[in-house]
Protein backbone atom coordinates (compact mmCIF):
# COMPACT_ATOMS: atom_id res chain seq x y z
CA UNK A 1 0.00 0.00 0.00
CA UNK A 2 1.05 3.32 -0.72
CA UNK A 3 2.36 5.19 2.54
CA UNK A 4 2.69 8.89 1.41
CA UNK A 5 3.30 10.89 -1.49
CA UNK A 6 5.97 12.22 -3.02
CA UNK A 7 6.75 14.19 -6.07
CA UNK A 8 9.97 13.69 -7.87
CA UNK A 9 11.30 16.90 -9.43
CA UNK A 10 10.71 17.22 -13.48
CA UNK A 11 14.69 17.42 -13.82
CA UNK A 12 14.90 13.57 -12.56
CA UNK A 13 12.27 13.00 -14.55
CA UNK A 14 13.68 14.44 -17.97
CA UNK A 15 16.77 12.70 -17.06
CA UNK A 16 15.25 9.63 -16.67
CA UNK A 17 13.07 9.73 -19.84
CA UNK A 18 16.64 10.79 -21.77
CA UNK A 19 18.40 7.69 -20.48
CA UNK A 20 15.89 5.53 -21.29
CA UNK A 21 15.64 6.75 -24.55
CA UNK A 22 19.37 6.35 -25.39
CA UNK A 23 20.06 3.24 -23.46
CA UNK A 24 17.07 1.24 -24.57
CA UNK A 25 15.39 2.64 -27.13
CA UNK A 26 13.07 -0.47 -28.26
CA UNK A 27 11.61 -0.53 -24.62
CA UNK A 28 11.28 2.94 -24.41
CA UNK A 29 9.59 3.17 -27.80
CA UNK A 30 6.87 0.71 -26.34
CA UNK A 31 6.54 2.28 -23.01
CA UNK A 32 5.09 5.23 -24.29
CA UNK A 33 2.10 3.61 -25.54
CA UNK A 34 1.66 3.60 -22.05
CA UNK A 35 -0.75 6.23 -20.50
CA UNK A 36 0.01 8.89 -18.10
CA UNK A 37 1.33 8.23 -15.05
CA UNK A 38 1.87 4.54 -15.91
CA UNK A 39 4.42 5.50 -19.00
CA UNK A 40 6.37 7.93 -16.20
CA UNK A 41 6.48 4.73 -13.71
CA UNK A 42 7.57 2.51 -17.22
CA UNK A 43 10.33 4.47 -17.80
CA UNK A 44 11.68 5.10 -14.03
CA UNK A 45 11.84 1.01 -13.68
CA UNK A 46 13.24 0.36 -17.07
CA UNK A 47 16.34 3.01 -16.08
CA UNK A 48 16.37 1.20 -12.33
CA UNK A 49 16.72 -1.69 -14.45
CA UNK A 50 19.51 -0.33 -17.14
CA UNK A 51 21.36 0.91 -13.52
CA UNK A 52 21.91 -2.62 -11.89
CA UNK A 53 22.87 -4.03 -15.14
CA UNK A 54 25.44 -1.53 -15.51
CA UNK A 55 27.16 -2.92 -12.43
CA UNK A 56 28.91 -5.54 -14.57
CA UNK A 57 30.27 -3.33 -16.62
CA UNK A 58 30.88 -0.37 -14.07
CA UNK A 59 33.42 -2.84 -11.73
CA UNK A 60 34.69 -6.17 -12.31
CA UNK A 61 35.85 -6.50 -8.71
CA UNK A 62 33.10 -8.77 -6.76
CA UNK A 63 33.41 -6.36 -3.94
CA UNK A 64 32.96 -3.45 -5.08
CA UNK A 65 30.03 -4.55 -7.19
CA UNK A 66 28.05 -5.77 -4.50
CA UNK A 67 28.79 -2.41 -2.40
CA UNK A 68 27.66 -1.26 -5.35
CA UNK A 69 24.01 -3.29 -5.54
CA UNK A 70 23.83 -2.32 -1.62
CA UNK A 71 23.83 1.56 -2.52
CA UNK A 72 20.34 0.89 -4.48
CA UNK A 73 18.89 -1.57 -2.10
CA UNK A 74 19.56 0.81 0.60
CA UNK A 75 17.96 3.68 -1.86
CA UNK A 76 15.14 1.48 -2.70
CA UNK A 77 14.24 1.26 0.97
CA UNK A 78 14.08 4.63 1.06
CA UNK A 79 11.55 5.56 -2.51
CA UNK A 80 9.20 3.58 -0.64
CA UNK A 81 9.70 4.76 2.66
CA UNK A 82 7.54 7.94 4.16
CA UNK A 83 10.66 10.29 4.20
CA UNK A 84 12.18 11.80 1.18
CA UNK A 85 14.93 9.43 -0.76
CA UNK A 86 18.40 10.71 -1.85
CA UNK A 87 19.29 12.83 -4.09
CA UNK A 88 19.81 10.98 -7.39
CA UNK A 89 17.23 11.43 -10.45
CA UNK A 90 16.61 7.47 -10.86
CA UNK A 91 15.82 7.16 -6.70
CA UNK A 92 13.50 10.17 -6.60
CA UNK A 93 11.63 9.45 -9.81
CA UNK A 94 11.73 6.03 -8.76
CA UNK A 95 10.74 6.84 -5.15
CA UNK A 96 7.12 8.66 -6.81
CA UNK A 97 6.37 6.14 -9.02
CA UNK A 98 7.00 3.63 -6.38
CA UNK A 99 4.09 5.33 -3.66
CA UNK A 100 1.79 6.09 -6.75
CA UNK A 101 1.22 2.54 -7.70
CA UNK A 102 2.25 0.89 -3.73
CA UNK A 103 5.34 -0.70 -5.58
CA UNK A 104 7.13 -3.15 -2.21
CA UNK A 105 10.51 -2.75 -1.13
CA UNK A 106 9.98 -6.81 -1.15
CA UNK A 107 9.70 -6.43 -5.00
CA UNK A 108 12.30 -3.75 -6.10
CA UNK A 109 14.91 -6.11 -4.13
CA UNK A 110 13.73 -8.92 -6.36
CA UNK A 111 15.52 -7.39 -9.46
CA UNK A 112 18.29 -6.46 -7.43
CA UNK A 113 18.81 -9.91 -6.12
CA UNK A 114 18.32 -11.17 -9.59
CA UNK A 115 21.30 -9.00 -10.87
CA UNK A 116 23.07 -9.71 -7.94
CA UNK A 117 23.73 -13.39 -8.83
CA UNK A 118 25.59 -12.04 -12.24
CA UNK A 119 28.35 -10.58 -10.38
CA UNK A 120 30.23 -14.06 -9.81
CA UNK A 121 27.98 -15.97 -12.29
CA UNK A 122 25.91 -16.37 -15.36
CA UNK A 123 23.11 -14.15 -15.33
CA UNK A 124 19.85 -16.36 -14.62
CA UNK A 125 17.65 -14.68 -17.14
CA UNK A 126 14.07 -16.23 -16.16
CA UNK A 127 14.47 -14.39 -12.34
CA UNK A 128 15.81 -11.25 -13.72
CA UNK A 129 12.66 -11.30 -16.43
CA UNK A 130 10.17 -12.02 -14.39
CA UNK A 131 11.19 -9.59 -11.47
CA UNK A 132 10.92 -6.68 -14.06
CA UNK A 133 7.69 -7.87 -15.72
CA UNK A 134 6.14 -8.65 -11.99
CA UNK A 135 6.95 -4.27 -11.10
CA UNK A 136 6.22 -3.39 -14.53
CA UNK A 137 2.47 -5.11 -14.21
CA UNK A 138 2.04 -3.50 -10.45
CA UNK A 139 2.65 -0.03 -12.20
CA UNK A 140 -0.12 -0.75 -15.28
CA UNK A 141 -2.36 -2.42 -12.75
CA UNK A 142 -2.55 -5.25 -14.64
CA UNK A 143 -3.24 -8.60 -12.41
CA UNK A 144 -4.52 -11.40 -14.73
CA UNK A 145 -2.98 -14.74 -15.01
CA UNK A 146 -2.42 -14.55 -18.96
CA UNK A 147 -1.05 -11.21 -18.83
CA UNK A 148 1.47 -12.17 -16.39
CA UNK A 149 2.58 -14.73 -17.98
CA UNK A 150 3.11 -13.24 -21.59
CA UNK A 151 4.97 -10.32 -19.81
CA UNK A 152 7.28 -12.53 -17.37
CA UNK A 153 7.98 -14.58 -20.96
CA UNK A 154 8.74 -11.68 -22.72
CA UNK A 155 10.62 -9.96 -19.73
CA UNK A 156 12.86 -12.83 -20.02
CA UNK A 157 13.62 -13.81 -23.84
CA UNK A 158 14.50 -10.04 -24.04
CA UNK A 159 17.46 -11.29 -22.11
CA UNK A 160 18.51 -13.86 -24.12
CA UNK A 161 20.10 -14.72 -26.83
CA UNK A 162 18.74 -16.38 -30.36
CA UNK A 163 17.57 -19.72 -30.02
CA UNK A 164 15.19 -22.12 -29.68
CA UNK A 165 14.73 -21.45 -25.93
CA UNK A 166 13.79 -17.70 -26.52
CA UNK A 167 11.53 -19.00 -29.41
CA UNK A 168 9.79 -21.12 -27.02
CA UNK A 169 9.03 -18.03 -24.86
CA UNK A 170 7.67 -16.13 -27.38
CA UNK A 171 5.67 -18.64 -28.76
CA UNK A 172 4.21 -19.03 -24.76
CA UNK A 173 3.66 -15.30 -24.47
CA UNK A 174 1.45 -15.32 -27.60
CA UNK A 175 -0.33 -18.37 -27.09
CA UNK A 176 -2.66 -16.58 -24.90
CA UNK A 177 -2.68 -13.64 -26.37
CA UNK A 178 -6.58 -13.47 -26.45
CA UNK A 179 -6.75 -13.25 -22.96
CA UNK A 180 -4.48 -10.92 -22.46
CA UNK A 181 -5.45 -7.48 -20.63
CA UNK A 182 -4.18 -5.07 -23.81
CA UNK A 183 -3.33 -2.60 -21.62
CA UNK A 184 0.13 -4.78 -20.55
CA UNK A 185 0.75 -4.03 -24.62
CA UNK A 186 3.64 -1.44 -23.67
CA UNK A 187 5.67 -4.01 -21.90
CA UNK A 188 4.89 -6.93 -24.66
CA UNK A 189 5.26 -4.25 -27.62
CA UNK A 190 9.32 -5.31 -27.47
CA UNK A 191 8.53 -8.90 -28.60
CA UNK A 192 8.42 -7.88 -32.14
CA UNK A 193 12.10 -6.55 -32.09
CA UNK A 194 13.03 -10.06 -31.25
CA UNK A 195 14.66 -12.41 -33.74
CA UNK A 196 14.03 -9.55 -36.74
CA UNK A 197 15.82 -6.89 -38.10
CA UNK A 198 14.26 -3.80 -37.90
CA UNK A 199 14.86 -0.05 -39.41
CA UNK A 200 15.24 3.00 -36.45
CA UNK A 201 12.34 4.80 -38.29
CA UNK A 202 10.56 1.51 -38.79
CA UNK A 203 10.13 0.27 -35.24
CA UNK A 204 7.78 2.86 -34.13
CA UNK A 205 5.11 2.28 -37.38
CA UNK A 206 5.43 -0.99 -36.57
CA UNK A 207 4.45 -0.89 -32.78
CA UNK A 208 2.00 1.75 -33.44
CA UNK A 209 0.05 -0.54 -36.18
CA UNK A 210 0.93 -3.72 -33.71
CA UNK A 211 -1.05 -1.93 -31.06
CA UNK A 212 -4.07 -1.49 -33.10
CA UNK A 213 -4.42 -4.62 -34.09
CA UNK A 214 -3.71 -6.30 -30.41
CA UNK A 215 -0.70 -7.74 -31.46
CA UNK A 216 3.11 -7.95 -29.89
Excluded: C
Amino acid sequence: PMITSYAAPEASHRYVLDLVRGADRDRFLAALFAAEPARRGLLALLAFDHELARTRTVTREPMLARIRLEWWREAVAEAVGAGKPREQPIVESLSEISRRHGLTADRLTALIDAREEEVEGPLDVMKAGHALADLQLDVLGVRGVASRTAARAVGAAWLMGPGPERDALLADARAGRSEVDLVALPILLPALTLGRTMSPWRKPLAYWWAARRGRY
